[in-house]
């Protein structure tokens, strides 16, 4: 989606040089001999021997653990940071093809501490947590503890980790291959499927059509052989979770994200009983758009042609003047990401699309790699990836490893940004049809994050389940299992003609299974803070930021218990949708107002 319009974002780079001065650095190789060289000293010293250790010698040897990983970790951020500037040129590719090996490598040499300590028996290790010399790193080691009953033997474990990269890992690897090299045939042009999904962004209702239409029809050839490799993934998945004694094909998902089953489905129960939201809101596009129905490639249909780009100087005033308006601490934070030039703004060719924070780089500030193209949507991307930075900074004093948060609280402070910002865009603009675009954008977003995802997760658990109960499904069955799960997301609202194959596009089924629910759970979660902060005000201020302070220090439970919020109640679920409809009457109202 490059735009040839100036933006000002075109100057726009990030000066890695805090991290190294260039890619032939002799730091950088450096660094990751020193890595090497103290992970074999760490194995020597405490391989076998971590049963033995005293508290102040455990922490002793954790903060030798997390020093390791971090001197490995710079130099490898920095390898996928060049490369996301620049994919085409070889030599960027190469080096972070070698980094990872190296640190692939590395995990197997270090991964008996977790192990051991995990060994250890419960009164054992009670008696060293309760210790304060393992105040730091508590939490960390209750963490690891959680997957004790779940653990092999050392030598079972490396044998798991080693045969993942032929097995499981080659097969996703597979997949996405398979995914890359389709080509969809749109109006006699070949493309790969990511611009041909782009064109169902287009205000041409023609051509939205024909474009799903050539993408139906490129999913099909290879459907055979994609619904093998997610059959074996499925079976290589219930292998792992069956020797491992796990009790459903979910639970080790929501172990590492540091969550229960309990609280998962307490979370799919709330989101699953409002399916009347998108409903309700896809009725009401197909009104905006003057249509009797949507069907599903109307769904990302623009509603207006508001075609006004906002400068890079504007959009930085806007999202810096949010978070200001929030916190004096929060927007100076956020305003030295663009006097540090800790951002890569421009749209360029060969440039990684979308954007992201690399958020925890040991001694490192963060970085935010942008495609701004000076739409809203790019101002509200910009807002959430400078959530992520604030996140970033805020958590840093406590490590490497204590910073870095689970999947279910990693979107908290982009998802606030995003909101903070949002708002202020809505304060900002009188002229009604104006209002109702932002509106719809914000609600499509909300429904892509929400709904979108647990419904995509309620197929996942369908397939999980029944390749478990009844072995291999034929490519119809995924498709019928798909349909059944769309049809009950979005009921009459959406026509569904031709979408049976296109469970096959979604690289996250078989790269990570489990991993799509926590977009909703993060995004809920998120909401539910912004309500209280909407209610109480200033009160909440103080509360959050040192909620993004404790970074991954805590469970997501004690995290939420600092800004008042019991993850156990489900209600917090049901109290983010509620916000969501509350944008959703408004929109309507709104349409109803311009009679539109
Ligand atoms: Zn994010």
Known sequence: MATTELTGAEDVAWDLTDLYAGLDDPRIEADVAEAEKDAAAFRARYHGAVAGLDAPALAGAIEEYERIESALVRPLTFAHLVFATNMAEPARGALVARLGEKAAALDTQLLFFGLEWAALEDAAADALLSDPALDHWRHHLQSLRKFRPFLLSEPEEQIVTEKTVSGSGAWSRLYEELLGALRVTVDGEELSLEPAMAKLY??????????????????????????????????????????????????????????????????????????????????????????????????????????????????????????????????????????????????????????????????????????????????????????????????????????????????????????????????????????????????????????????????????????????????????????????????????????????????????????????????????????????EGEAMVGPYLDLLRAGGSRTPEDLARIVGLDLTDPSIWASGLEALGEELDEAERLADELDL
């Not at 239409?213 to 292998?239: M, Q, W, Y």
């Not at 489990?514 to 209610?535: E, K, M, P, Q, T």
């Open 202 to 535: 287009d205000p041409d209702r023609e051509t939205r059509r024909t474009a799903a239409e050539a993408i139906t029809a490129a999913l099909g050839p290879g459907l055979r052989t994609r619904t093998f490799v997610f059959n074996t993934i499925l079976l290589d998945k219930s292998i792992d979770d069956r020797l491992r004694g796990y009790p459903t094909w979910i639970s080790s998902r929501n172990l590492a994200n540091e969550t229960t089953d309990e609280a998962v489905e307490a979370l799919i129960e709330a989101t699953t009983s409002r399916y009347d939201l998108p409903q309700r809101y896809y009725r009401l596009k197909a009104r905006l758009l003057g249509l009797d129905q949507l069907e599903h490639y109307d769904r990302f249909a623009p509603i207006a042609s508001d075609a006004t780009l906002t400068p890079w100087d504007e959009a930085r005033d806007v999202v810096v003047d949010a978070y200001s308006d929030f916190s004096d601490e929060a927007g100076s934070i956020v305003a030295r990401f663009f006097d540090g030039n800790w951002i890569d703004g421009p749209v360029r060719p060969d440039k990684r699309t979308g954007a992201f924070c690399a958020t925890t780089i040991p001694g490192v500030h963060p970085y935010v790699l942008m495609n701004y193209t000076g739409d809203r949507r790019s101002i509200l991307t910009l807002a959430h990836e400078l959530g992520h930075g604030l996140h970033g900074v805020l958590a840093q004093p406590l490590g490497y490893i204590n910073s870095s948060t689970p999947l279910t609280t990693a979107e908290t402070a982009s998802v606030f940004g995003e909101a903070l910002t949002f708002e202020r865009l809505l304060a900002q603009e009188d002229d009604p049809h104006r209002r109702l675009d932002l509106l719809a954008g914000r609600i499509e977003d909300a429904i892509a994050t929400t709904f979108r995802q647990i419904a995509m997760n309620r197929f996942e658990d369908a397939v999980h389940t029944e390749r478990r109960e009844r072995g291999e499904l034929a490519p119809e069955r995924f498709g019928e299992l798909w349909i059944e799960r769309q049809s009950t997301l979005f009921g009459d609202s959406v026509g569904l003609d031709g979408y049976t194959p296109w469970w096959s596009y979604i690289p996250h089924f078989t790269g990570a299974p489990g991993y799509v629910y926590a977009y909703a759970f993060g995004y809920l979660f998120s909401l539910a803070i912004y309500r209280r902060y909407v209610l």
